[in-house]
Each structure stands twice: as structure tokens, then as C-alpha cells.
């Protein structure tokens, strides 16, 4: 019997991409999954919760419906850098924080929570404090204030990416004491519909030449799978990690074997 079988699981982007095939696993492997999307998943999922994750209060009504406790949050809904700064940050940085945090009186015991974040967010070390005073603010709205009052150099996404990636490490420890876990994934390109706005906000040359260097971008599912180890009981000693799913991308440009990527 699959260790999934039976527990339940909340999924933020289950209508599409990388969500849509962890929904998609979880179901196949027993568990209960509760979508929390803007647009109705295609997976036979438990519940459907139609939510606007750049708005707080529509999270905090979907909050309401879930009464939990839950085995697990997998943060999975993203939008890319097509999509204005503000909307970008608010859906990728602040409403992952907003939700992991009210997860906490949510979890079971040994609980875990995944997020799903970036290799674009490889910056972050050379932008750690403002990041670190944006994570320091207390509610969504103020953390929305704060990104108005200091716009970031580049592109949204990628600072996103940064935030949610320094999140996870940063709230490893924490968890623990609560008896939780909190890991990241980071995927590089993966073939999804919004490839496309990816490929507009990061450059097209620069995607297509780590398809070139790889032989393919990722699939869904290979993300898919490693959302899913981390949820899991073999993962159970794994916590604030970032990893990199991509490849060999990262590994390649953090040992100088190729040059970073301009994105």
C-alpha cells in the first residue's frame, strides 16, 4: 500500500503544469487532494476551492473552507515575468509565505510542506538583505508595501524565485521545532504552457540553449516526482533544502563549467 493512501493533501496550481501532475499523483497513489486554483483542475481531485492567490482576502476565504488537518501543502501555482511585478511577487513570494504560515495550525504531526520554486532564483545570495527585510515584514499587505517602496533590479520573476527559495531555507529549523518539514524544489525550464512566457521574459536564446546543452526541457513530471519524495517518509530527515531539479544545470554553473545564465 502506498504511504500516500489515505492522507490528504492541499495543492495550490493543480489545474495545470507541474501541479496538475502532482495532483495527479497523489490521487493515483490513495491520497485525498484539495485543488486550490484560480481555474478548475482536469485531475479528479477530492475538492476544488476557486481562489486568487495575488489577493489576500480571496486566500482567506478559501482558508475558511479548509478545515484540515491536512498531511501536507505542496505550493505549486506560480505565474511567470510576463505578468506585472507586483502580480508576480504577491502569487510567487506572498501568498506561498501567507499560506505555508496558516498551514501551521493546519498539519498533522510530521506534516510537511513543499513549495515549488526556481533556478531563476540563483541571485539570491548577492540580494539576501533586502530579501531578508521583505521576509521580516508581518502580513501580505505589508510585504506588497514593501516591494512598492523598493522595486528590484530585472526581472520579477527572479526575484520572486529569490524570496520563496530563502523562505524555505530560512524556515527549516522553525518547522522542526513544530515536528513539520518545508523543502523547495527548483526546477529549470520545464515544458509547460507558459514555456512561451518564459521564453519572452528570459530570452528565448537562453532557454533553447539549455534545451540544446540538456536535449530536452524537464517534463511535468519530473518535478512531479521529486514534490512528491520530498512529501514523503523517505525524505523525513530532509528540511529546508532548496533542490535543484534541472538537469545539471546548477551544478555546472556553480562549478564554472558553464557560464551563469543571462536571464
Not at 100 to 121: D, H, K, M, Q, W
Not at 146 to 165: C, D, I, L
Not at 183 to 194: F, K, Q, R, S
Not at 231 to 258: C, F, H
Request: proline content about 5%; charged content about 20%.
Amino acid at each position: 500500500m502506498s504511504e500516500f493512501s489515505g492522507k490528504s493533501y492541499v495543492v495550490t496550481g493543480a489545474a495545470s503544469g507541474i501541479g496538475h501532475a502532482v495532483a495527479e499523483r497523489l490521487l493515483a497513489a490513495g491520497a485525498q487532494v484539495i485543488s486550490l486554483d484560480r481555474n478548475t483542475p482536469r485531475a479528479a481531485v477530492t475538492t476544488h476551492i476557486e481562489v486568487d492567490l495575488a489577493n489576500p482576502r480571496s486566500i482567506g476565504a478559501a482558508l475558511e473552507q479548509l478545515d484540515g488537518p491536512y498531511d501536507g501543502l505542496m505550493n505549486v501555482a506560480g505565474i511567470p515575468g510576463t505578468a506585472p511585478a507586483d502580480l508576480v511577487v504577491a502569487v510567487n513570494s506572498l501568498a506561498v509565505r501567507h499560506l505555508t504560515e496558516a498551514f501551521f495550525e493546519r498539519l498533522n504531526p510530521g506534516g510537511s510542506i513543499t513549495i515549488v520554486s526556481s533556478t531563476a532564483g540563483f541571485g539570491w545570495p548577492e540580494r539576501l538583505e533586502d530579501i531578508r527585510d521583505l521576509l521580516a515584514t508581518d502580513t501580505f499587505e505589508d510585504g506588497a508595501a514593501w516591494f512598492k517602496a523598493h522595486p528590484q533590479q530585472g526581472n520579477a520573476y527572479n526575484f520572486s524565485k529569490e524570496v520563496t527559495t530563502v523562505y524555505t531555507m530560512s524556515m527549516g529549523l522553525a518547522l522542526a521545532q513544530m515536528g513539520f518539514r518545508i523543502n523547495a524544489v527548483l526546477p529549470g525550464p520545464v515544458d509547460t504552457p507558459i514555456l512561451v512566457d518564459f521564453e519572452e521574459s528570459m530570452g528565448k536564446d537562453t532557454l533553447d540553449g539549455v534545451r540544446e546543452l540538456l536535449g530536452r526541457h524537464a517534463d511535468p513530471a519530473d518535478i512531479a516526482d521529486v514534490v512528491l519524495f520530498l512529501a514523503s517518509d523517505a525524505a523525513r530527515w530532509v528540511n529546508g533544502q532548496a533542490l535543484a531539479v534541472d538537469g545539471g544545470i546548477t551544478g555546472g554553473v556553480a562549478a564554472g563549467v558553464v557560464p551563469k545564465p543571462e536571464i
